[in-house]
């Protein structure tokens, strides 16, 4: 069975740095790629960018980019989301989503999901 | 970038059918998918590829795409289909090529 184990619900003060991270099991984790999607309160879906685990490539929606950091480390099936110092804007429920080599393909399987929140 | 527009609401008695539009310039020529979030749920997928259905989906849930407007049917439906639906397309060429549409909330009276 495909799953995607996503890391607790954290509470952070701006400025902190935060890594969240989401474990694929029941498939070959390096033959996927990895999205992350950011769901604001009451708000609909986000992409910020994805990585293939296989080779790390990785890419970030214009809006993401340089705001957080994507990374994998394969030999334990993880993906990772990074920020290095929130605000009080990322507070968020994050998903991991899985999604085949082809470019058309969908996201398949999802995470549950983790809830950031960042208040002072 | 590529934009999707989803009606916000929708709503059908039960035992009737749901019809969710997802509009995009030429969108016939795209591949979409379409996910239901239930409330404090994560996202699940329904529909991809226009018209495929995944694995434990029932057949009541239908989609098709042609022109600029690509459709989402759900037919005799249930209050737990009651949830957010969000259609979803890749953009080639795009430097935000995983787009979503704004979501859809399916209200059954």
């Known amino acids: 069975e495909v799953q995607l184990v996503q890391s607790g619900a954290e509470m952070k003060k701006p400025g902190e740095s935060l890594k969240i991270s989401c474990k694929g099991s029941?498939?070959?984790?390096?033959?996927?790629?990895i999205g992350w999607v950011r769901q604001m309160p009451g708000k609909g879906l986000e992409w910020m960018g994805i990585i293939f685990p296989g080779d790390s490539n990785t890419k970030y929606s214009p809006s993401f980019q340089g705001q957080v950091t994507i990374s994998a480390d394969k030999s334990i099936n993880t993906a990772y989301l990074q920020w290095s110092g929130l605000k009080t804007s990322d507070t968020a429920i994050y998903y991991c989503?899985?999604?085949?080599?082809?470019?058309?393909?969908?996201?398949?399987?999802w995470g549950q999901g983790t809830l950031v929140t960042v208040s002072s | 970038s590529y934009v999707l527009t989803q009606p916000p609401s929708v709503s059908v008695a039960p035992g009737k059918t749901a019809r969710i539009t997802c509009g995009g310039n030429?969108?016939?020529?795209?591949?979409v998918h379409w996910y239901q979030q239930r409330p404090g749920q994560a996202p699940v997928l329904v529909i991809y590829s226009d018209n495929d259905r995944p694995s434990g989906i029932p057949e009541r849930f239908s989609g098709s795409n042609s022109g600029n407007t690509a459709t989402l049917t759900i037919s005799r439906v249930e209050a737990g289909d009651e949830a957010d639906f969000y259609c979803q397309v890749w953009d080639s060429g795009s430097d935000h090529p995983w787009v979503f549409g704004g979501g859809t909330k399916l209200t059954v009276l």
């Open positions: 029941g498939y070959s984790f390096i033959h996927y790629w």
């Open positions: 989503a899985r999604r085949d080599t082809s470019h058309w393909a969908p996201f398949d399987y």
């Open positions: 030429n969108i016939g020529s795209k591949s």
